[in-house]
């Protein structure tokens, strides 16, 4: 699986680039900030990521996978076996002192995936259906939607060659983004065949040592402007006509609806990734997802370890970077020294996918608005009764489970702590006030205005119920 390296929508302490600047230490004018290219979390911008990612775990379990994670650093050796030591300038890589062996911060997790499944050899279950959320960092530089370090959702299948596995984490990524609001108008999932593509490439002409690079070219298509794709496809050793087909190729998209042997009439494409592709639409049929997708033969993937289907999940409007991308793998696990097992999945990054969602309206008002919401909020009107009494009624209502706050202001005067409760967005104020001389509190529910009386006695089991909705 790709890297999808993005970024949350930075807050309103923060820059373009997502750093917060920090007070300057005493006695120096020096103002620190986040590195270049990370990111700080305050407490709007971190409910964001939450909000994403309980809806990656929430689809990832409903459809069976288990949470794995694996470390930050791996063996250097780890990503230069299956890239060769060129990727090595792309990493944040290091030897410890006095060391002998060098090691780098993960730029994506499916070699460790790769690994975690080799180390279990033939006992690696069949299927195994693993996911991870794990941060990863790359030494690039950074640039809008592109990071030194992100977050990522990973869904893998392994043991399964059929398209099942493939129509599986399709639907595991379609049920996240489903799970955010996202619909078949907002998204779509763009759908090829390597094999299919590097027939039509051989087709054209493309020398077997150029497939790579004609591969990484067709990547590129939407990123380039028309002349400066056909000047690098003639550099393929392309005449102007073979530059043309290939650039009517690179563009071609068509619903995932259209049969795939209709494809292969116009195209040429090989029957065995024809064959691919038809048993494919089958399972995303059955799934219900074919208004979903998409058949683009511009998605190649420029990764080289896939090996079937690949595809890529955008905007509907075409706006943002990739917001996912993923195919067929099936000889990794072999390379790191594992069996030879067929595995497919994908990765989808946070920022992009943030992006769209506050572009649909999909993230509330505010970031502010996915913050937790407080269950009760405690008034005191400052009496010596209500006082005394604060303190250890926050802490039996937050042994009751309930997020209980108050103010942590000088005033005691009730309207600006009702105000307070409200602007933290509280269900309830429990107010303390002159009621507390007949054992009583007022119990208000600040979205709809109502009052009650309630007992001291009886508010540990009425509160609950009222906020379950038992007395509504």
């Known amino acids: 699986m790709p890297s999808m390296v993005h970024t949350l929508p930075a807050s309103s302490t923060s820059d373009p680039s997502g750093a917060v600047a920090c007070r300057p230490m005493a006695g120096t004018t020096h103002v620190f900030q986040a590195p270049k290219g990370t990111r700080d979390f305050p407490p709007d911008v971190m409910a964001v990521r939450r909000h994403i990612e309980q809806a990656w775990r929430s689809a990832s379990i409903r459809h069976g996978f288990d949470e794995i994670d694996g470390p930050t650093f791996e063996h250097l050796d780890l990503y230069t076996v299956k890239s060769g030591d060129g990727i090595v300038s792309e990493l944040f890589s290091f030897r410890r002192s006095g060391g002998d062996t060098d090691y780098a911060l993960r730029p994506e997790f499916t070699p460790t995936l790769a690994r975690m499944a080799a180390a279990k050899g033939k006992s690696l279950s069949i299927p195994t259906k693993w996911f991870a959320m794990p941060d990863l960092f790359r030494a690039e530089r950074p640039q809008k939607g592109r990071l030194r370090e992100h ?114 009439e116009e195209h040429n494409l090989p029957p065995d990734s024809v064959a691919d592709l038809t048993a494919l639409s089958t399972e995303l ?50 390379l790191f020294g594992g069996p030879t097992v067929p595995a497919c999945g994908f990765g989808m990054g946070d920022v992009v996918l943030a992006l769209l969602l506050a572009k649909r309206s999909l993230l509330g008002d505010t970031t502010a608005s996915l913050l937790p919401r407080p269950d009760v909020f405690l008034v005191s009107s400052g009496d010596e009764d209500a006082e005394a009494l604060l303190v250890p009624m926050a802490t039996s209502l937050r042994d009751l489970g309930l997020h209980t706050r108050h103010t942590w202001k000088a005033t005691r005067n009730i309207g600006k702590q009702l105000k307070e409760a409200a602007a933290n967005r509280a269900r309830t104020a429990v107010i303390l006030g002159d009621e507390l001389k007949g054992g009583a509190v007022v119990v208000k529910d600040l979205d709809s205005g109502e009052q009650h009386d309630v007992p001291l006695a009886d508010l540990p089991a009425w509160l609950p119920r009222r906020l379950a909705g038992a007395d509504r």
């Open 151 to 264: 977050r990522q959702w990973n869904v893998d299948v392994l043991g399964v060659a059929g398209p099942e596995a493939d129509a599986e984490v399709i639907a595991v990524a379609v049920a996240g983004l489903r799970g955010l609001g996202l619909g078949p108008d907002d998204i779509r999932v763009r759908i090829s065949h390597r094999g299919a593509a590097a027939g039509m490439l051989t087709a054209l002409g493309v020398p077997a040592e150029r497939i790579a690079d004609a591969f990484a070219l067709v990547d590129r298509r939407e990123k380039i402007p028309a002349d400066a794709f056909a000047t690098q496809a003639s550099e393929l050793g392309l005449d102007a006509a073979a530059v043309r087909r290939l650039d009517d190729i690179a563009t071609c998209r068509r619903p995932a609806s259209t049969p795939p042997t209709d494809l292969a």
């Open 285 to 334: 049929d059955r799934r219900g997802l074919l208004p979903f997708c998409d058949w683009d033969l511009g998605i190649v993937r420029g990764l080289a370890y896939y090996t079937g289907t690949v595809w890529e999940i955008h905007d509907a409007e075409g706006t943002f970077r990739a917001i996912a991308g993923g195919g067929r793998y099936d000889q990794l696990v072999e």
